[in-house]
Each structure stands twice: as C-alpha cells, then as structure tokens.
C-alpha cells in the first residue's frame, strides 16, 4: 500500500478582498482580481515590512505586534486596489449638492479620504464594542448583583472570563450578521478559495480547480484563528493582571491598561497560530479547534471562477517558479529601450508620418 505523501508546511498566506485576493509569499505579494470582463487581472504588491527595516521585529513575540501591523496596512491597500479593480464608482450614484461640491473639492482622492474616514470609525467602533462595552456590562452587573443582595458582593474574580466571554460573543455575532450580505458572502467565498489552495499546495497536489475543490475551506493559520486566539489570550493575560492587582477597579484605568496589552496578545496569539501552522499533532488540533469552527462563518464554498483567482494568485507568489513580475518588467524594459532607440536614432520624416500610423493601426488590430 503506497504511502500518503507528507504534506509540506508553508508560510504562504492571504487575504480574500472584493472580488479577488492578496496572496502573500515567502518574497513577494500579488493581487489577482477578477475584472468586470471576466478576466484575471494579476499585479504585485510591494512592501517594505518592519521585521526587514528594524532587526528587533524578527525577536519571538515582537514579529507578531510586527506582522500585524504590516498586514493592517497591507491588507488595507489591497482591498482599496480590489475595489477600484472591482469597478466601484462612487459617482454612478446620483450625488446631493453637498456631496457634489465635497467631489468637486477633493477630486479622485475623494474614494481615499472616505475611506480613511471609514476605518478610523471602524477602530472607534471596534475599541467601544469589544473593550468598553464588556466593562461597562460587567461594572453593571456587578451593581445589580448588590442592589439585589442589599449588600456588597464582590464578582471581581470573574471579570476576565465576563468580559473575554462578551467580547467572542459580539464577534461572532457581528460575523453572523455581516455574512448574509451578498458582497460580504462573496468575500467569505473568496477566503474559502484562498484556504483551500493553500491546502492543495500543501498537499504537493497540481493546483486545478478540481484538486482545490476536495480540500478543506477550514485553515489553522487563518486571520480568524489568530483573532479568536487574541481574544482567548487576552482571557487570561486580563485574569492574571486582575488577580495580581486592583486596577480594574478604576474602569478608566482597566480601559486603558486593556488597550496596552494588545502588543502582548498580538505577539502570543502571532506565535501559536506560526507554531500552529508547521505542526499537525493532537494539542495543536484541540488549540486550534475555536479559530476552525469559527471559520464555518468567515469562510464558504467557493465557486470554479473564484478558485481559478486563488490558483493565479498561488502559481504567482510560488517560491519554487519563476517570479512573474520580473518577466513582466523585462518586457517593460525592452519596450522602453526599443522606443528610445527610435526616438534617438531613427528620425521620421514629416511625410513618413502618416504610412507609419497606417502601418501601426494594422499592426494594433491582428493583436487584439
């Protein structure tokens, strides 16, 4: 009975965006999105990360504050780049005088500047939902409960697990909630392409839409995984803290000091979900087993045209082919050497001109 081959751990991973996804490699990122005119659109990303311009960032626990900050603001970029590839235009809505006059004001970068807006929101809203909220709902409680006794009764020991409870719930209900819309359903299709090509890349198996298809949408090192971890970790590091001192009597203060600790969280949350994805054991399962079960949200069964972005996106940041880009930028190189010999060189007479642009004209039609 032949043996099943092993399967190869990588550190390649992605990001599902609008109608494409950001697939980051072992030296370089690429974006594939699916056009408006049904074809793939492939181009690089470049980044220069913090773990290459500072050497402090590759230390256990700093690499993970590190590549998260990296992947923010990457995968803040990708997703803008996506949409514009998708074809939003924020001007086929028919805009108010005021809106007209913000357009006509700020130009194209109006699309940016309302999405820089909107993800400053979004950190506001994240901060008051998920660190704010859980501790005003835990210092009411703790009020109700010596209201109702008459007396005082102190539920300080639980404030970890209350609020850490609170938090995954109101993740996993905003998940819920944002996933029965039809452009986030969407998304969530891509992420389940993305894992799954991984998964198939892994498996040493030829990546084809049909080898994609029997794999697993459900990825140990997913983002989902790691926010799930953050939020278990930051259960324990807040008991810890709570039991050793009473700064969580001043909400103001156990606010802030929360907020700190995020750095902390990220960095342990970052080295299990690495230590996570290169080994497949029994403990490694069982502590993966909350970020698998919560992908059955953030993830769907992708369709064949969602798989074939994912297997583009694959194919161009795999460290063992040729990298794509340089071709392309070659190509480029030689187009424009060629134009600047003509420039230099080959001077075109006034009446040369017009069988020249005939002969182009023909030259442009055989091509498309």
Not at 83 to 105: C, Q, R, T, V
Not at 119 to 148: D, E, H, R, S
Not at 149 to 154: L, Q, R, T, V, W
Request: glycine letters at 6%; one cysteine or more; hydrophobic letters at 45%.
């Amino acid at each position: 009975m032949s043996k099943k081959p092993k399967r190869q751990f990588t550190s390649i991973g992605g990001q599902a965006l609008i109608e494409g996804i950001m697939m980051k490699g072992p030296t370089r990122t690429a974006l594939c999105c699916r056009l408006p005119d049904g074809t793939i659109s492939t181009e690089e990303l470049k980044s220069n990360p913090l773990r290459n311009r500072y050497k402090i960032f590759k230390i256990p626990l700093l690499r993970g504050i590190a590549g998260f900050i990296d992947s923010m603001v990457e995968g803040y970029k990708a997703l803008m780049k996506s949409a514009e590839n998708a074809g939003m235009d924020l001007e086929e809505e028919e805009l108010s005088p005021f809106e007209k006059k913000i357009s006509n004001l700020l130009g194209d970068k109006l699309f940016s500047v309302i999405s820089s807006i909107a993800a400053v929101l979004g950190i506001v809203l994240a901060l008051g939902l998920f660190f704010f909220l859980p501790i005003l709902m835990f210092n009411g409680l703790q009020y109700l409960i010596n209201f109702i006794a008459g007396h005082e009764i102190s539920i300080a020991g639980y404030r970890a697990l209350f609020e850490g409870v609170v938090k995954i719930l109101i993740f996993i209900g905003y998940v819920a909630l944002v996933s029965k819309m039809k452009d986030i359903r969407r998304v969530f299709e891509y992420h389940g392409a993305e894992h799954k090509t991984i998964f198939c890349y892994e498996a040493k198996l030829p990546l084809t839409v049909e080898n994609v298809k029997i794999q697993s949408r459900f990825h140990p090192r997913c983002g989902t995984s790691f926010i799930i971890v953050m939020l278990i970790v930051g259960i324990a590091v807040s008991y810890v803290i709570s039991s050793l001192t009473t700064i969580d009597d001043n909400t103001i203060l156990w606010f802030i000091i929360k907020i700190l600790m995020l750095p902390i969280i990220m960095g342990l949350g970052y080295e299990f979900i690495k230590f996570a994805g290169k080994h497949d054991n029994i403990v490694t399962r069982i502590l993966s087993a909350p970020g698998l079960w919560m992908q059955r949200l953030t993830t769907k069964e992708p369709d064949a045209s969602q798989i074939e972005v994912a297997i583009a996106a694959l194919n161009a940041v795999d460290p063992n082919q040729p990298n794509p880009f340089e071709v392309k930028n070659e190509e480029s190189t030689e187009v424009n050497s060629v134009s600047e010999n003509v420039n230099s060189d080959n001077i075109i007479e006034p009446e040369n001109i017009q069988n020249t642009e005939t002969s182009n004209s023909t030259q442009t039609g055989e091509k498309i």
